[in-house]
Protein backbone atom coordinates (compact mmCIF):
# COMPACT_ATOMS: atom_id res chain seq x y z
CA UNK A 1 0.00 0.00 0.00
CA UNK A 2 1.31 3.45 -0.99
CA UNK A 3 1.37 6.01 1.74
CA UNK A 4 1.38 9.25 0.08
CA UNK A 5 4.46 10.81 0.49
CA UNK A 6 6.71 14.38 -1.21
CA UNK A 7 9.47 12.27 -1.59
CA UNK A 8 10.43 11.66 -5.77
CA UNK A 9 9.65 7.92 -6.49
CA UNK A 10 12.02 5.47 -8.64
CA UNK A 11 11.00 1.94 -9.66
CA UNK A 12 13.61 -0.29 -11.27
CA UNK A 13 12.50 -3.22 -12.95
CA UNK A 14 15.06 -5.44 -12.60
CA UNK A 15 14.41 -8.76 -15.53
CA UNK A 16 18.51 -9.38 -16.11
CA UNK A 17 20.27 -12.14 -13.97
CA UNK A 18 23.82 -10.11 -15.55
CA UNK A 19 26.02 -9.29 -12.70
CA UNK A 20 27.01 -6.04 -13.99
CA UNK A 21 23.07 -4.99 -14.79
CA UNK A 22 22.74 -6.16 -10.78
CA UNK A 23 25.37 -3.74 -9.51
CA UNK A 24 23.98 -1.21 -11.89
CA UNK A 25 20.15 -1.56 -10.77
CA UNK A 26 21.28 -2.13 -6.79
CA UNK A 27 24.19 0.97 -7.55
CA UNK A 28 21.31 3.48 -8.66
CA UNK A 29 18.55 2.10 -6.00
CA UNK A 30 21.08 2.70 -3.11
CA UNK A 31 22.23 5.97 -4.77
CA UNK A 32 18.72 7.07 -5.22
CA UNK A 33 17.13 6.05 -1.54
CA UNK A 34 20.19 7.97 -0.44
CA UNK A 35 19.49 11.20 -1.82
CA UNK A 36 15.92 10.73 0.03
CA UNK A 37 13.78 9.14 -2.89
CA UNK A 38 11.50 6.12 -1.96
CA UNK A 39 13.05 3.27 -3.99
CA UNK A 40 11.02 0.41 -4.99
CA UNK A 41 12.88 -2.60 -6.90
CA UNK A 42 10.61 -5.43 -8.81
CA UNK A 43 12.56 -8.60 -9.92
CA UNK A 44 10.88 -10.59 -12.41
CA UNK A 45 12.73 -13.74 -14.54
CA UNK A 46 16.49 -13.82 -14.68
CA UNK A 47 16.55 -10.85 -12.02
CA UNK A 48 14.91 -13.19 -9.54
CA UNK A 49 18.07 -14.58 -9.79
CA UNK A 50 19.98 -12.40 -7.07
CA UNK A 51 16.86 -12.74 -4.75
CA UNK A 52 17.68 -16.77 -4.38
CA UNK A 53 18.26 -17.46 -0.49
CA UNK A 54 20.51 -20.38 -1.23
CA UNK A 55 23.58 -20.02 -2.77
CA UNK A 56 24.88 -22.42 -5.58
CA UNK A 57 22.66 -24.20 -8.40
CA UNK A 58 19.92 -26.03 -6.79
CA UNK A 59 17.21 -27.58 -9.08
CA UNK A 60 13.80 -25.76 -7.23
CA UNK A 61 10.31 -26.34 -8.27
CA UNK A 62 8.29 -29.46 -9.57
CA UNK A 63 8.60 -29.92 -13.53
CA UNK A 64 11.82 -30.97 -14.88
CA UNK A 65 12.14 -27.73 -17.00
CA UNK A 66 11.52 -25.53 -13.41
CA UNK A 67 14.15 -27.51 -12.23
CA UNK A 68 16.38 -27.33 -14.92
CA UNK A 69 15.97 -23.68 -15.43
CA UNK A 70 16.50 -23.12 -11.57
CA UNK A 71 19.54 -25.46 -11.59
CA UNK A 72 21.18 -22.68 -14.64
CA UNK A 73 20.58 -19.76 -12.49
CA UNK A 74 22.99 -19.69 -9.16
CA UNK A 75 21.86 -17.36 -6.98
CA UNK A 76 23.67 -13.48 -6.32
CA UNK A 77 27.44 -15.06 -6.03
CA UNK A 78 26.96 -16.90 -9.48
CA UNK A 79 25.69 -13.97 -11.55
CA UNK A 80 26.92 -14.07 -15.05
CA UNK A 81 28.62 -10.96 -16.38
CA UNK A 82 26.75 -9.66 -19.41
CA UNK A 83 29.94 -9.69 -22.18
CA UNK A 84 33.32 -11.22 -21.20
CA UNK A 85 32.66 -13.22 -18.95
CA UNK A 86 34.98 -16.01 -19.22
CA UNK A 87 33.23 -18.79 -17.72
CA UNK A 88 32.59 -17.49 -14.65
CA UNK A 89 35.61 -16.03 -13.77
CA UNK A 90 35.04 -12.36 -14.64
CA UNK A 91 32.13 -11.51 -11.91
CA UNK A 92 35.18 -12.75 -9.47
CA UNK A 93 37.55 -11.04 -11.10
CA UNK A 94 35.09 -7.59 -11.15
CA UNK A 95 34.35 -8.13 -7.30
CA UNK A 96 38.03 -8.45 -6.59
CA UNK A 97 38.64 -4.90 -8.65
CA UNK A 98 35.46 -3.30 -7.20
CA UNK A 99 37.13 -3.93 -3.91
CA UNK A 100 40.60 -2.46 -4.90
CA UNK A 101 39.28 0.48 -5.31
CA UNK A 102 36.36 0.58 -2.79
CA UNK A 103 33.31 0.25 -4.09
CA UNK A 104 30.51 -1.65 -2.67
CA UNK A 105 30.53 -4.97 -3.60
CA UNK A 106 27.22 -6.11 -4.71
CA UNK A 107 26.03 -8.40 -1.98
CA UNK A 108 27.46 -5.21 -0.05
CA UNK A 109 24.77 -3.12 -2.33
CA UNK A 110 21.99 -5.80 -1.35
CA UNK A 111 23.00 -4.87 2.12
CA UNK A 112 23.52 -1.35 2.18
CA UNK A 113 19.40 -1.59 -0.11
CA UNK A 114 17.69 -3.42 3.25
CA UNK A 115 19.40 -1.07 5.33
CA UNK A 116 18.25 2.08 3.35
CA UNK A 117 14.87 0.52 3.42
CA UNK A 118 14.23 0.21 -0.37
CA UNK A 119 11.33 -2.17 -0.69
CA UNK A 120 12.50 -5.27 -2.76
CA UNK A 121 9.69 -7.17 -4.53
CA UNK A 122 9.14 -10.02 -6.64
CA UNK A 123 6.90 -10.75 -9.94
CA UNK A 124 4.23 -13.48 -8.96
CA UNK A 125 3.88 -14.61 -11.99
CA UNK A 126 7.60 -15.59 -12.95
CA UNK A 127 7.65 -17.15 -9.53
CA UNK A 128 4.78 -19.38 -10.77
CA UNK A 129 6.51 -20.17 -14.29
CA UNK A 130 9.97 -20.86 -12.30
CA UNK A 131 8.30 -22.26 -9.62
CA UNK A 132 10.21 -21.08 -6.70
CA UNK A 133 8.14 -20.10 -3.27
CA UNK A 134 9.17 -16.81 -1.41
CA UNK A 135 10.51 -19.23 0.99
CA UNK A 136 12.73 -19.79 -1.66
CA UNK A 137 14.09 -16.00 -1.63
CA UNK A 138 15.62 -13.48 0.64
CA UNK A 139 14.74 -12.43 3.81
CA UNK A 140 14.73 -8.81 1.90
CA UNK A 141 12.41 -9.85 -0.24
CA UNK A 142 9.16 -7.69 1.39
CA UNK A 143 6.23 -9.37 -0.97
CA UNK A 144 5.61 -10.81 -4.24
CA UNK A 145 2.89 -9.20 -6.39
CA UNK A 146 1.61 -8.98 -9.58
CA UNK A 147 2.42 -6.41 -12.80
CA UNK A 148 -1.17 -4.56 -11.89
CA UNK A 149 0.22 -4.48 -8.33
CA UNK A 150 3.48 -3.30 -9.05
CA UNK A 151 2.33 -0.87 -11.62
CA UNK A 152 0.08 0.93 -8.95
CA UNK A 153 2.56 1.33 -6.47
CA UNK A 154 4.84 2.76 -8.80
CA UNK A 155 2.34 5.37 -9.83
CA UNK A 156 3.96 8.94 -10.55
CA UNK A 157 7.47 6.66 -10.27
CA UNK A 158 10.34 7.39 -12.97
CA UNK A 159 10.52 3.82 -14.14
CA UNK A 160 13.86 2.54 -15.53
CA UNK A 161 14.21 -1.22 -16.26
CA UNK A 162 17.52 -3.24 -16.08
Known amino acids: MNVPTDKKKISIVCFSGDFDKMVAAFTIATGAAATNREVTMFFTFWGLNALKKDKGRIAMGKSILAKA ?10 LPLSRLNFFGASPKL ?6 QHNVATLPELVE ?8 IVACEMAMKILEV ?8 VQD ?7 LN ?10
Do not use: C, P, Q, Y
Open 69 to 78: FNFLMGGLNN
Open 153 to 162: DSENSHIIFI
Open 94 to 99: MSMMMK
Open 133 to 140: EKSDMIEE
Open 112 to 119: AAHALDIR
Open 144 to 150: VVGVATF
